[in-house]
């Protein structure tokens, strides 16, 4: 029975590749992971570059392009430093971790149709499985112990707070995340990412779902620790982070996780809201755009789109307060997240009961329901911020501008007491001498 129902799910073709082509899947996916590394690094600093007005790298190889090659040689022939204070064990086993768990996370991520291999037909997917999505979720969940034993291990309080700050900022923001895939499984009727793919024949659900599509697009960037929301790394307040105390090739490690972790999150968003290997419009109106391997070209693509955005929120927004970060995240994204699911469900349940058009409700409904919800939860959160600053300006004693025995600037919201000219003027009167007295 599990067997037929495996068949008729669209799962019967996972499992049954002979042990040579999964060997050749874990090696592409292996390779492709390392050299889009690599390409991503080149493409940031370009980019970055460009928005500076700067050269970026430039010399070597074609275009620079051989330079994060060069740096990753570098790495290895570094000096390794270890803390005396260190625990080494674990010290060396958290680079470890984060690395594996980033390269795991690509295992259920369809990157094609099926295709002939060496005359054996296989999908372009090393595995899929009815809870594909969610193991995404975990193995991210796994890859947070790798930062939070790097910081502990390190001996270093500066550290072990940048640890901290980590896992904290990953755990809060995988909420949001986990809830923006709730909408997408409604609306697929499976958490398989192959079938949810599928599902978006005529439709991406980044139209369809765009609340989910925005929630899951900032949550993303949140939880690969990336700028506005680089907290953990945040040089002015905890030197580097949790990975301070890491040199040579174990820092290289930490530093490719971070790479893989933004094209997994990104493939991720590609295959639940993007169509995943399918064709855009209107390339996909030709027969041929979904067949062999040239899918695999509009995923590659897709994929570069959403480094592009990490690149240029890096390049033009500041960095967040930690409380700010942690505010939006707890008191914007999960309200609005949930009640998105609401409206969905609600659509989804007419649907179910009443021959409606989902999509059109969805649009007509749902997505001005969520605005709405949107907008309520930002200005709950404007006027928290105006009753704060008010009282705190009520807390201001009046302004002295010698209060402490210098000039000192006059803080916003603080009333003027005594003009500075005037507290001038009766310290010289009462100082000077009256002549023949």
Known sequence: MSALLAATSG????GTDPIWITIIKVVFIFVFLLTFTLFNIWF?????????????????????????LMDAMKLMFKQEI??????????FLAPIISAFTAFMGFAVIPMGPTVSMFGHTTPLQLVDFPVATLYVVAIASIGIYGIV?????????????????????????????GLSFVAVFLYAGSISTSEI???????????LLLPSFI???????????????????????????????????????????????????????????????????PISLWSGANQGWLPMLWFVIKIVFFQF?????????PRYRYDQFMRFGWKVLIPVSIGWIMVVSTVRGLRNNVDLSGGSLITRVGVPVAVLLLLWTLIEEIRERR??????????????????GHPVPRLPGQEIGSRPIDILMNERNSTQEVPGA
């Not at 793919?197 to 139209?207: D, E, N, S």
């Not at 090739?249 to 493939?267: P, S």
């Not at 009753?387 to 209060?403: G, H, I, K, T």
Request: net charge neutral.
């Open 11 to 14: 799962l019967g073709m996972f």
């Open 44 to 68: 940031e600093r370009r980019i970055v570059s460009f928005m500076q007005m700067r050269i970026g790298p430039n010399r070597t190889g074609p275009q620079g392009l051989l330079q994060s």
């Open 82 to 91: 270890v803390p005396k204070a260190a625990d080494r064990p674990v010290f």
């Open 149 to 177: 034993l790097a910081g502990w291990a390190s001996g270093s309080t500066y550290a072990l707070l940048g640890g901290i700050r980590s896992s904290a900022q990953m755990i809060s923001y995988e909420i949001p995340m």
């Open 197 to 207: 793919v599928t599902a978006q024949q005529r439709a991406w659900y980044a139209v």
């Open 215 to 281: 929630i899951y697009v900032t949550s993303m960037v949140g939880e690969t620790n990336r700028a506005p929301f680089d907290l953990p790394e945040a040089e002015s307040e905890l030197v580097g982070g949790f990975h301070t105390e890491y040199s040579s090739m174990k820092f290289a490690m930490f530093f490719l996780a971070e790479y893989i972790n933004m094209a997994t999150v990104a493939a991720v968003a590609t295959t639940l809201f993007l169509g995943g290997w399918r064709a855009p419009w």
């Open 309 to 317: 955005i990490f690149i240029w929120l890096r390049g033009t927004l």
């Open 387 to 404: 009753a704060a600053r008010r009282s705190e300006v009520d807390a201001l004693p009046p302004y002295d501008a010698f209060a402490g």
